[in-house]
């Protein structure tokens, strides 16, 4: 662990970037997983047509293609963020980070989508059908009366949606974001011959303890939608 801490530093700032990535990333899936929901149980077969051919396509692919895709296919197809480029104190966002948050988003929006599609399912048919009686629109039915109760219900699934992205986030460390993993497959490469266990160990306990807070953090919004139905 030696190792750990004479960079410990760089191990915060590491995690830092860990966290950036969670943030923008689970906020965006979320409201994209919104948008593609809506789409699934909406009135226009068109449009419910290429919200499940794009869940299926994305959910059924692998994290890491879909990284390569827009960080090799991405420039080709000009999807470029090389305008970006914004520092946070010692953190540095540039392109390669926009790459990740947006391989993230789309990933993440269709599990997204399939937990609240659940949580759709599990809302009273009275409830839309009184929202109707009354006059609303489908928006307006989705909006006031379905998703809200559809988030209550689904909160679980889509905790664990979101912890999956926590983990997820690893992935970047293949195309250069300095976040967690990429930090300890650094330190790896200079002390693994002797600290191997105890950078692992450290890594992990990073990883434990973000997942445990959120965790904790969801599990009282839970308790407290479940009092106030």
């Known amino acids: 662990m030696k190792a750990v801490f004479d960079e410990f530093d760089a191990y915060l700032q590491a995690f830092g970037y860990t966290l950036a990535l969670f943030l923008v990333s689970g906020v965006l899936s979320l409201l994209l997983g919104t948008v593609l929901v809506a789409m699934r149980v909406g009135p226009v077969a068109v449009l419910r047509s290429a919200a499940g051919v794009y869940v299926t396509v994305v959910r059924n692919t692998p ?3 879909v990284f ?5 296919a991405g420039p080709t197809l000009s999807i470029q963020f090389n305008w970006f480029k914004v520092s946070i104190g010692d953190y540095d966002f540039t392109s390669l980070f926009c790459y990740a948050v947006l391989s993230l988003t789309l990933y993440t929006s269709t599990f997204v989508c399939e937990a609240l599609r659940a949580g759709i399912n599990a809302v ?3 409830q839309a059908e009184a929202a109707r009686a009354i006059g609303l629109p489908f928006g307006g039915v989705m909006r006031q009366v379905v998703l809200p109760l559809a988030f209550r219900a689904a909160l679980p699934p ?4 979101q912890i999956a992205l926590i983990k997820n986030t690893s992935v970047a460390a293949v195309f250069g974001i300095a976040e967690a993993t990429a930090n300890m497959r650094s330190l790896l490469n200079d002390f ?7 950078i692992f160990a450290c890594f992990a306990l990073g990883y434990i303890v973000i997942v445990e807070v959120f965790s904790f953090l969801s599990y009282r919004l839970e308790r407290r939608w479940r009092v106030a139905t």
């Open 68 to 72: 390569a895709f827009f960080s090799f």
């Open 192 to 198: 693994g011959a002797t600290q191997r266990f105890g």
């Open 63 to 65: 994290l890491v293609i």
């Open 124 to 126: 009273p048919l009275g």
């Open 158 to 161: 889509l905790a664990s949606v």
